[in-house]
């Protein structure tokens, strides 16, 4: 058993094979021990009723011998020679000089082949036995005829022969039962030999399983709750080189890797936290930086106030200052720093030299220069000047956050004053475009009166040179409604100046403008406005409404018509459709000699709309003003 536990405290796998092995080959040895001494037990049993068989054959053999009963006696004989020559006997015959069982059975049967058989056949076939024989005993009697004749005392009952004959017979009987006996002690000691073994391993298994996987297990099991639980750094004890000391040394180490992890974890949850507050400062600072961007559109930006919240965000022992240049300058016409911070004195220095991607760092601080630029214009940079020393080789003194941060604020500083030039600019435009509005209605309007009113008074002072009166009376009138219209053109002149559509749009614009014709001709006006989803430019609705007015006025000053229809509304292709119809006379064909003001203003607006104009009599009577364009959404 002591070699069977060494050899098994290699693999725990083979300590618990060798144990079923162990368990299994112990139940076969017992089963085929108890089936073979079951069985030689069985034999004996056989053998005891054959030599009991034979000593009650003896006794009747004797008796019908004696009795004279011829037939009877040698049916008994041929019994008994049936029952020694039985197989059970074989062992027997074949036995050693030393086995006691076999030297009484060759006894036994020696003395009945040769001593007593003999004798007993031959009274049987004496003459005294008056009864006929069987064919089998005549055999017999004819072969121990000479036996018979030469045995003393012929015809004599052979009693001492039969006495002898059953001693040795219930000797025989003995032996058969003695065997027997110690047979069937055998079966009782290796039952009992069984048994301890059994009893043995089974202690000994146990005693392995319980040291080799019962206390491992239960190691391991506390070891898996303790670390269940939180304590990471819990080493188990199990020892040896089997499978549960190999999972041991996994457990330690995987809990040793864990708390590794748990401790590096925290380490870092500890970062990441402080990132994200980090973060979440420098995000609300930009939201709120950009928010002021956006709200300060009608005023400046508070770059001071800015400037200090900044560095209240980042904190540390920096300090930043900002310059603002224009794109053609090299001085710096806003240089402030921080509160409570010297400014840098940068005189001598050309801006340019500031602007810069990467910081310049000396031995002792770190330099940062921001540039606060927006496509490809530079408008200034923020300076942040390091005050801690650098331990550590090209380590800079602002962490990453820090430096985003600053980056953002240069772009959102850079997008203030990209909108702030951008408004100057549009500011400009607009007087510009105020501008040439005036200068172009003053060409079209009251510029070409008052041209036409310089002919009329070079006519009437040759008139007077030449002193044709006649013709001067003509020349005064057309002077005087050329004033009169040259009046009439700057009031509308003012009138367009001062015009406005309110948030009511076109439509409230035209409803006014036909409610003015109404009250200052007699013609019924009408408007037809279907262009309510159309999101029309101010642009657009500013020279269709004029373009209306106009044509109106023209209709009701020389149309002589009594009904005026405008329609407004969108064509098939999706252009703008304005049809402007009366049910007067009709335009002249050299309409631009009688009446080329309002034409000339008509033509202009068209031609700024990209549109088409058509003017011509209509078939039934009257003029119609036919004017299309390409709205500018349809464009974009």
């Known amino acids: 058993m002591r070699n069977l536990k060494n050899g098994f405290s290699s693999s725990l796998v083979s300590t618990i094979n060798a144990a079923l092995v162990s368990i299994i080959a112990l139940g076969l040895l017992t089963i085929f021990s108890l089936m073979w001494a079951t069985d030689q037990t069985d034999q004996d049993a056989q053998a005891i009723n054959l030599s009991g068989s034979i000593r009650m054959q003896t006794y009747r053999v004797g008796l019908a011998t004696a009795q004279q009963q011829s037939s009877q006696a040698e049916q008994y004989m041929q019994q008994l020679d049936e029952i020694w020559q039985n197989p059970l006997f074989i062992h027997q015959r074949r036995g050693s000089d030393t086995d006691l069982l076999s030297q009484d059975f060759m006894r036994a049967e020696r003395h009945w082949r040769e001593v007593l058989r003999p004798q007993l056949e031959a009274l049987v076939t004496s003459p005294l036995a008056a009864a006929p024989l069987a064919p089998a005993a005549t055999a017999a009697r004819a072969a121990t005829a000479t036996a018979t004749r030469a045995a003393p005392q012929q015809g004599r009952f052979p009693t001492e022969q039969i006495a002898e004959q059953l001693v040795l017979t ?292 040759k008139s007077i040179d030449t002193e044709a009166f006649s013709q001067q009376q003509p020349i005064v009138d057309e002077l005087r409604g050329g004033l009169s219209s040259a009046y009439r053109q700057l009031r509308e002149l003012l009138t367009t100046f001062r015009l406005k559509i309110d948030t009511g749009g076109l439509q409230s614009a035209l409803d006014l403008v036909v409610s003015q014709l109404r009250e200052r001709s007699d013609m019924q006006a009408s408007l037809h406005y279907e262009l309510t989803n159309l999101p029309l430019s101010p642009t657009e609705e500013i020279h269709l409404l004029q373009i209306i007015r106009e044509a109106s006025q023209n209709a009701i000053n020389h149309s002589l018509g009594t009904e005026l229809d405008i329609h407004l509304f969108q064509n098939e292709d999706k252009w703008i459709q304005l049809l402007i119809e009366d049910n007067g006379i009709g335009i002249p064909d050299k309409a631009e000699k009688t009446n080329h003001y309002g034409l000339a203003i008509i033509q202009e607006r068209s031609r700024h709309l990209d549109g088409t104009l058509e003017i011509a009599c209509r078939p039934e009577g009257g003029t119609r003003v036919a004017f299309s364009f390409q709205p500018s959404f349809l464009r974009a």
């Open 170 to 461: 219930e000797k025989l009987v003995n032996g058969f039962q003695q065997a027997a006996e110690s047979k069937i002690r055998l079966l009782r000691i290796i039952q009992l030999a069984a048994l301890f073994l059994t009893i043995a391993l089974g202690a000994v298994i146990f005693n392995l399983l319980k040291t080799r996987l019962e206390k491992p297990l239960a190691q391991l099991t506390d070891a898996a709750s303790r670390i269940g639980q939180g304590d990471y750094g819990y080493q188990t004890q199990v020892e040896g080189n089997d499978e549960l000391a190999l999972l041991g040394s996994v457990v330690n180490r995987m809990s040793h890797s864990v708390e590794t992890i748990y401790q590096d974890m925290d380490t870092q949850v500890k970062r990441r936290t402080q990132e994200l507050h980090n973060n979440n400062i420098a995000l609300e600072f930009l939201f709120e930086t950009a928010r002021k961007i956006l709200s300060s559109y009608q005023q400046e930006i508070n770059y001071q106030q800015l400037l200090d919240q900044l560095a209240e965000v980042i904190g540390g022992d920096i300090r930043l200052e900002l310059c603002l240049f224009t794109e053609q300058g090299d001085r710096p016409y806003m240089h402030i720093a921080q509160a409570n911070c010297e400014i840098t004195d940068c005189s001598q220095r050309d801006c340019n030299s500031c602007v810069g991607d990467n910081p310049v760092s000396t031995d002792n601080a770190a330099d940062y220069s921001f540039p606060i630029t927006r496509e490809e214009t530079g408008y200034g940079v923020i300076n942040c000047h390091g005050g801690s020393k650098l331990n550590i080789e090209d380590q800079l003194p602002l962490e990453q956050w820090q430096e985003n941060l600053l980056r953002s604020v240069a772009d959102q500083f850079a997008l203030a004053l990209s909108l702030s030039v951008h408004r100057n600019q549009q500011r400009r435009l607009a007087m510009l475009t105020e501008r040439t509005v005036i200068a172009r209605e003053l060409h079209d309007s009251l510029a070409q009166a008052l041209s036409y009113l310089k002919i009329q008074v070079t006519r009437l002072q």
